[in-house]
């Protein structure tokens, strides 16, 4: 049976879905980012960002006089709120660097890099392998709905707690990270809520030479 065809039924069937708290998206498989999530990548790209930016030594001169005859202030950049709106400046783009890695449950599935799933995908295609994930090619290294949403959460975040980050910026960024000030201190009030904020991506594990004898192992005479 097509539901499409029956749109009192398809009706019945997403509010069915709602009521159990899942949208017709994540019944498909897509779980968006939580707030957490959104708040911990925020966090790391800004500071990314802040971190590219304060390389600079230079002095900037600011205030506006007409006649020139008063003088400027002069400032470091990288002290500056310059250099602070200059960082905030599309720093939301980042995010659509991101991919979603699935073969992980935790906030890690959204990393840059491919995912080991797609690189397997890729790796069959080159092989002649005729893969067929119900979309063109020319669409699979495209940011997913759930990073694209989360571009969209990350906006959000900013225009809420702009004053927030202004504050890390001129009077805390040397005693605390931004991850801490901002997601912890402010935008996730229950200690539950912040599970994500502790979640790393393990290091990759190296292969033991075939040859190598573990310490356990005995010598055969």
């Not at 980042?94 to 995908?121: C, P, V, W």
Request: proline fraction near 4%; aromatic fraction near 6%.
């Amino acid at each position: 049976m097509h539901l499409r065809k029956y749109p009192v039924i398809l009706g019945l069937v997403v509010l069915l879905q709602l009521a159990r708290g899942n949208s017709p998206e994540e019944e498909q498989g897509v779980r968006y980012a939580n707030r957490c999530e959104a708040c911990k990548i925020l966090a790391a790209e800004l500071e990314a960002r802040l971190g590219e930016t304060g390389k600079s030594h230079d002095v900037i001169e600011i205030g506006y006089s007409v006649d020139d005859v008063k003088p400027k202030k002069r400032t470091e950049y990288r002290r500056s709120e310059l250099r602070l709106l200059e960082s905030l400046e599309n720093v939301c783009e980042r995010i659509l660097e991101y991919n979603l890695h699935k073969e992980r449950s935790d906030s890690t599935r959204f990393a840059k890099g491919m995912s080991q799933t797609f690189q397997t995908l890729h790796g069959l295609v080159d092989k002649g392998v005729k893969v067929d994930l119900g979309i063109p090619y020319e669409l699979w290294d495209k940011p997913p709905v759930e990073v694209t949403q989360m571009k969209t959460q990350c906006e959000n975040l900013l225009e809420e707690y702009e004053e927030i980050i202004s504050d890390w910026y001129f009077k805390h960024q040397d005693k605390k990270s931004l991850k801490k000030h901002l997601c912890e201190d402010h935008v996730l009030k229950k200690k539950a809520e912040r599970e994500c904020l502790k979640e790393e991506l393990a290091p990759p594990k190296t292969k033991k030479p075939k040859n190598e004898k573990s310490k356990g192992d005995k010598e055969e005479l």
